[in-house]
Each structure stands twice: as structure tokens, then as C-alpha cells.
């Protein structure tokens, strides 16, 4: 099974609505990373979360980590086309320094 | 400040071939990672490099698969021979330190079909 769940797997929204994507787990995680893929290519860095609770926001996308630091939510506002890819989440559990990945969620924007 | 650069962008061989990957970090960076992605899964960690020191490499299948940094800068992953479940998006990744809590920054990835 996998260690970190993303859900949904695939999501398709019209443009100019929100969404939320979740990565959680049954462990603590110790730095949580969401990153962007466009299909087949690198990872582009969004953001990292290391405290229970915290928030951050880049442009329209939001990230948040729980307070108890098992799981994860990235908002976007307002979807565009640009947005469109795969988004993971990848996180530090307990004291192995291995990055562990969830599987992704594609979205697609329907114009 | 340049990216993390990869080549070739894509390479398709058959079965039983040979072929190398090559990588170069973010300049300063010491820590530089080696994935395997097949499609529709998360990224594998297959080798993790600290300077020129290997730090994990417990998931690399080294029967076929070997990779080396050399002078602790760029690096170079090899398959030989390739088999068919191969195929994949192969990422390179450095992060500054390779600390929990250091991000890892990632170059666009080659992608490899074995026929």
C-alpha cells in the first residue's frame, strides 16, 4: 500500500473554478513538498510545509498541513489552463532522510 | 542561476541495448539524485549521491544499473541491458545539503522506451 495517499487521481475542472487536491498519510510527516509535472517532463517545485498548521500561498494555489501533520491540501482558485499537469506531493516520515512520493493527481481544465 | 540540466531528452532502444544518462546539478550543490518514474506512479529514489559519495542506492537494480559522480559534480546513470520494464521518465534531482527540510530541484528528465 501506498505510504502517501493522493486523492482524487485524476480531477477535470471547468476553468474558473476551484479545487483540492489531498496527500495524506498514517505516519508524521517531517516536510512535506508539493511539486507540478507536466506530462513526462521534470518536477517543478510549489512549495514546502514543515509546522502543523502552516498555510502558504503562491499566486492562486494554497497549501496547508494539517496540525497534526499527516495530511496535506493544495487549493487552487480561479483554475486556468496553465494549470493544468500533475501535481505530487512528496514527504519526509519519521527519521528516514528518503523523500517518500504519492502516485499524483492529474488535473485537466476544461476551457 | 542555471537549472539542473539532463540529456538526452529522449532515447528509445531495444531490448538487451545498453545506454547512459547524463547529468549536471545546480552549481554548489553537493547532494544529486537519481529517479525512475513509470507512468502514473510517484518518482523511485534509485541513487543518492553526496559529493561523490553514494549515501543510497538500495532500490538500484545492480545487476543492470549503475551510475557514478565522479568528481562530485555531474553524473552519469547507465542501464545495461535494458529490459522492456525499463521504460520510463529517468529524473536527476540536486538539493544544496541533502538535509530533511532541503528542497530538491529537478531537471526535465529523459524519457526511455525499450522495445
Known amino acids: 500500500s501506498q505510504e502517501l495517499e493522493q486523492s482524487p487521481q485524476s480531477l477535470i475542472v471547468q476553468e474558473g473554478k476551484n479545487l483540492t487536491i489531498n496527500c495524506t498519510s498514517s505516519k508524521t510527516l517531517y516536510g512535506l513538498y508539493w511539486y507540478k509535472q507536466k506530462y513526462g517532463e521534470g518536477l517543478i517545485f510549489l512549495m514546502m510545509?514543515?509546522?502543523g498548521g502552516e498555510e502558504k500561498s503562491h499566486e492562486k494555489i494554497t497549501a496547508k498541513l494539517d496540525e497534526k501533520k499527516q495530511q496535506s491540501s493544495l487549493h487552487i482558485t480561479a483554475s486556468q489552463p496553465s494549470h493544468a499537469g500533475i501535481y505530487l506531493c512528496?514527504?519526509?516520515?519519521?527519521?528516514?532522510?528518503?523523500?517518500?512520493w504519492g502516485a499524483g493527481t492529474k488535473l485537466i481544465i476544461k476551457p | 542561476e542555471a537549472g539542473v540540466a539532463q540529456s538526452p531528452r529522449y532515447k528509445i532502444i531495444e531490448k538487451r541495448q545498453s545506454v547512459a544518462f547524463w547529468c549536471n546539478p545546480i552549481s554548489g550543490h553537493a547532494t544529486l539524485y537519481w529517479y525512475q518514474q513509470i507512468l502514473g506512479q510517484g518518482p523511485k529514489l534509485l541513487i543518492q549521491f553526496q559529493n561523490n559519495g553514494v549515501v543510497d542506492d538500495s532500490q538500484l537494480p545492480k545487476d543492470r544499473f549503475s551510475a557514478e559522480r565522479l568528481k562530485g559534480v555531474d553524473s552519469t546513470l547507465k542501464i545495461q541491458p535494458a529490459k522492456l520494464e525499463d521504460s520510463a521518465v529517468y529524473l536527476c534531482?540536486?538539493?544544496?545539503?541533502?538535509?530533511?527540510?532541503?528542497?530538491?530541484?529537478f531537471g526535465p528528465g529523459t524519457r526511455l522506451t525499450v522495445l
Open positions: 534531482a540536486s538539493s544544496r545539503t541533502g538535509a530533511p527540510g532541503d528542497t530538491q530541484y
Open positions: 510545509l514543515q509546522k
Open positions: 512528496g514527504a519526509y516520515m519519521d527519521s528516514n532522510y528518503q523523500l517518500i
